[in-house]
């Protein structure tokens, strides 16, 4: 028998015979890339047979022409040259982590869903964050909303919870979906820009929708550049029902909490992020579940039934509006945490395929007519980008629980089931699976009346108070971030009356932010738009604003330190011990890649190049240096600038005093209780713990 599974191995089998294994870098061995043939796996082209040479194509005579029975090289190059699929019309660029979800409160009462009867219980999970309007090989930093979408392996199938992480759209009705996205993207003659909404297109098509008004606070505000997937909300955006064994039915709002807390960059960091780090996020991501620093968020559920969405300002079927938490509080009910990261990127985070429309028994879906437009595009579009109809057979996206189903055939199909029964009903004796009203999925029976039209129901009508209650919930910091966003990517519109028609909508949201922008953009104000329904005052909510929801501690984040040869080793080590202590890391950024050596004669490899580890790319920096290694810095254009975007970017700051040339080269007068002397190792842990508030943002006012 075990010859026969030789002879014959399973697809798993075969998978495993492919593998490349560890990379000989990482194990330390690099010695092994030098393997003999006796060593390593015989390579194979993919019917099997075993190749000689991989080095050289069949030519007739040593200068003549390749052979076209050269059936290794044509299946080789053939294969590449199939090797991309399309990449996703929306959300190209994403990274995913594998982890799982845990039930902390079961809520049976609420929901007849298997994963949350009982507190302990657990579910695999795979989740892709994304950004939306840039193509695959797109930047991380782009002014944009997140997708958070995560699927989870349930004992009743998979639940795909495809949100983002901002807690409302764009638009009101799928019907608008194109339209939205031909806007952001890419404008169609030109092919530019690239992944911003910073252009014409874009701020034309918003002028043109105030329900748009709403999100766009968010996505002017710093929730479209955040620090990390790590330190962000997901929302599930619509309203969806829980419906327990007895059939009853509540309301929901699915809210993703990061236990690190909320933390964004700046836009000009942002700017050069994309410049030094491209992959900043997917980097960040990856490098924190390999260190064993395992992302989690607490997942939460608005719960709220009829009368309350009767007597709620807005429609809770609009995506455009959110419920606030002070009017309806979040409850914890469960932990999702990511520890692994993918083997595969094509695999699992390209083929990972999310569907709205995968709900399990105990969830359903509200009228929300965006949910509902969502529920066709999202089977349809995978259709198109895996294939055909047979992706559910990928391993990343096939159910982790049992499978019965009459499906069948189709390109690439991997379940083929034996036997003859492939219909039902059958009389065969074991004719297959059969559907079981007792525990199958049954939709909600809710009532349903009314007139075939189309139309925007007038308790969608008003576009601005929730906008106007978003930016009165901020900080001033916060507020003057929004009001430099929207003139920035204003002052990219070439065409004025875009600009115009934008600020005629802000006097709605808020007479000081439309002057403010209108001063930026050196514009006079026109007059305010015409609402369809006046704006009313409601009152601030403090969950909207990222900074009154910020970390505790110093857990997650990232000191950067730049160092020099003659450098004080015993306050670079009390540095470190300080920052580990307080769960988070450090990077070592030095002249020259091959490190340093200590005044104390011992070695500190970099991590970074000066010019390759600038000051963006950490939370907070310090400064170890000689007086030599401080001038020699002070004449590097990456040396300043370490320290200038550092202050810049409103960051802490800590220096031992010999960075004083340093310091003054780098064009930054004066110092601030965001800035700190080391003149001891005793002063480390006083400064890691003034950079729990991650920012001093006392500087930027
Ligand atoms: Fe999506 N969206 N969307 N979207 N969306 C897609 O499906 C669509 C919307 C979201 O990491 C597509 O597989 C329509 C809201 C995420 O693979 C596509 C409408 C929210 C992802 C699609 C919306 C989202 C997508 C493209 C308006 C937050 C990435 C590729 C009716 C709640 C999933 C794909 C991943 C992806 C359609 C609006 C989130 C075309 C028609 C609202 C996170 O099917």
Redesign the pocket.
Same mark, same amino acid.
């Given at each position: 028998m075990a010859e026969d599974r030789d002879l014959y191995p399973s697809t798993a089998d075969t998978q495993k015979t492919a593998e490349s294994g560890t990379c000989p870098y990482e194990t330390g061995n690099a010695g092994e890339l030098h393997q003999t043939p006796g060593d390593a796996p015989t390579l194979t082209t993919a019917q099997g047979v075993p190749v000689a040479d991989d080095q050289n194509t069949l030519r007739g005579g040593e200068r003549g022409p390749a052979l076209m029975e050269d059936f290794h090289f044509r299946e080789k190059i053939f294969h590449f040259d199939h090797e991309r699929i399309p990449e @996703? #019309? #929306?959300?190209a660029r $994403?990274y995913g982590a594998h982890g799982y979800f845990e039930c902390t409160e079961a809520i049976p009462e609420l929901t007849s869903a298997s994963l949350f009867q009982e507190a302990g219980s657990k579910v695999p999970a795979f989740v @892709?964050f /994304?950004t939306v309007a840039g193509n695959k090989g797109s930047f991380d930093l782009a002014r944009d909303v997140r $997708? *958070? &979408?995560v699927k989870l392996y349930t004992e009743e199938g998979n639940w795909d919870l =495809? $949100?983002?992480n901002i807690p409302v *759209?764009f638009i009101q009705d799928?019907i608008k979906?194109p339209d939205l996205i031909h806007s952001v993207k890419a404008e169609p003659d030109r092919g530019f820009p690239q992944a911003q909404s910073a252009h014409d297109n874009f701020w034309d098509f918003i002028s043109l929708m105030p329900e748009s008004m709403h999100m766009v606070m968010w996505t002017m505000s710093d929730r479209a550049i955040p620090r990390s997937f790590r330190f962000m909300e997901g929302f599930? =955006?619509?309203t969806f029902r829980l419906v327990n064994a007895e059939g009853k039915s509540h309301f929901v709002k699915f809210h993703w909490k990061p236990k690190l807390g909320l933390q964004s960059v700046v836009w000009d960091e942002a700017v050069k992020i994309n410049g030094a780090d491209p992959d900043f996020h997917r980097r960040d991501l990856w490098d924190a579940i390999r260190n064993g620093d395992f992302p989690e968020w607490e997942l939460g559920v608005q719960i709220f039934d009829d009368a309350f969405a009767d007597k709620f300002d807005f429609d809770v079927l609009d &995506?455009t509006k959110l419920i606030p938490e002070e009017d309806c509080p979040v409850r914890i009910i469960g932990r999702l945490v990511l520890d692994r990261t993918v083997d595969n990127f094509f695999a699992e985070t390209e083929q =990972? &395929?999310?569907c709205t429309q995968n709900i399990v028994p105990g969830i359903d879906f509200t009228n929300d007519p965006?949910l509902q437009? @969502?529920n066709f /595009?999202?089977l349809d579009?995978?259709t198109k980008r895996l294939g055909g109809p047979n992706f559910t057979h990928i391993p990343i996206n096939a159910p982790k629980c049992p499978m019965h189903h009459f499906q069948q055939d189709g390109h690439m199909a991997m379940h083929n089931p034996t036997g003859r029964a492939n219909y039902e009903p059958n009389s065969w004796s074991k004719g297959g699976p059969r559907a079981d009203p007792r525990r199958g999925f049954k939709s909600y029976p809710e009532e349903l009346e009314g007139t075939k039209r189309r139309l925007r129901p007038e308790s969608f009508a008003d576009h601005y108070s929730q906008a106007r209650q978003f930016y009165i919930s901020q900080t001033k910091v916060e507020q003057d971030h929004i009001a430099n966003g929207l003139t920035f990517e204003l002052s990219k519109c070439v065409v004025e009356d875009i600009r115009l028609r934008v600020l005629s909508h802000l006097q709605l949201i808020d007479g000081d932010l439309a002057q403010k922008v209108a001063d930026g953009l050196g514009h006079d104000l026109p007059e305010p738009a015409t609402p369809a329904r006046a704006p009313v005052d409601l009152k601030p909510s403090d969950k909207l604003s990222i900074l009154k929801n910020g970390p505790s501690s110093f857990k997650g984040r990232k000191l950067g330190i730049l160092v020099s040869d003659g450098m004080d080793r015993a306050v670079y080590d009390a540095l470190v011990e300080a920052v580990e202590a307080e769960g988070g890391m450090v990077e070592v950024v030095a002249p020259k890649v091959g490190g340093v050596t200590a005044s104390d004669g011992s070695k500190l490899a970099a991590n970074q190049k000066i010019d390759g580890g600038p000051s963006v790319l950490y939370d907070a920096v310090a400064v170890v240096v000689s007086t030599q290694g401080a001038a020699a810095l002070a004449g590097m254009l990456p040396g300043k600038q370490f320290l200038s975007d550092a202050f810049g970017h409103s960051k802490f700051i800590a220096m031992t005093p010999e960075a004083a040339t340093l310091l003054e080269a780098s064009g930054v007068n004066g110092t601030d209780e965001g800035m700190m002397t080391l003149r001891s190792p005793a002063d480390a842990p006083a400064f890691v713990k003034a950079c729990r508030a991650v920012r001093f943002w006392q500087r930027e006012a």
């Open positions: @996703r #019309v #929306v959300h $994403g @892709r /994304s $997708g *958070f &979408a =495809v $949100g983002n *759209f799928p979906f599930g =955006v619509h &995506a =990972v &395929a999310f965006l437009g @969502r /595009s999202y579009t995978q």
